[in-house]
């Protein structure tokens, strides 16, 4: 399976934070979930162009197998 990398993805959600929805993948893995946290800040204030009242960024862990397939198959951001 690999080893685990933190993925950062980034979401389109509605007022109050409801009916949120993943709408791009950041384009850098990251090898802890410390340091995917660590670089949120910046990486939301990158992706403020999407159409949402309510933009936010979340980690989730990854093999670094599915996180290539991953970012390879999503627009980044």
């Given at each position: 399976?690999?080893?685990?990398?933190f993925i950062?993805?980034?979401l389109?959600?509605?007022?109050?934070?409801?009916?949120?929805?993943e709408?791009?993948?950041?384009s850098?893995?990251y090898p802890?979930a410390e340091?995917c946290?660590a670089?949120?800040?910046?990486?939301?204030?990158r992706?403020?162009d999407?159409d949402?009242?309510?933009?936010l960024?979340?980690?989730?862990?990854e093999s670094?197998?599915s996180?290539r397939?991953t970012?390879?198959?999503?627009?980044h951001g």
């Amino acid at each position: 399976m690999g080893p685990t990398l933190f993925i950062m993805a980034i979401l389109g959600c509605g007022d109050a934070e409801a009916l949120c929805r993943e709408v791009r993948i950041a384009s850098t893995p990251y090898p802890s979930a410390e340091a995917c946290q660590a670089a949120m800040g910046h990486v939301l204030g990158r992706n403020l162009d999407l159409d949402f009242p309510t933009v936010l960024a979340r980690c989730r862990p990854e093999s670094a197998e599915s996180a290539r397939r991953t970012l390879a198959s999503l627009p980044h951001g």
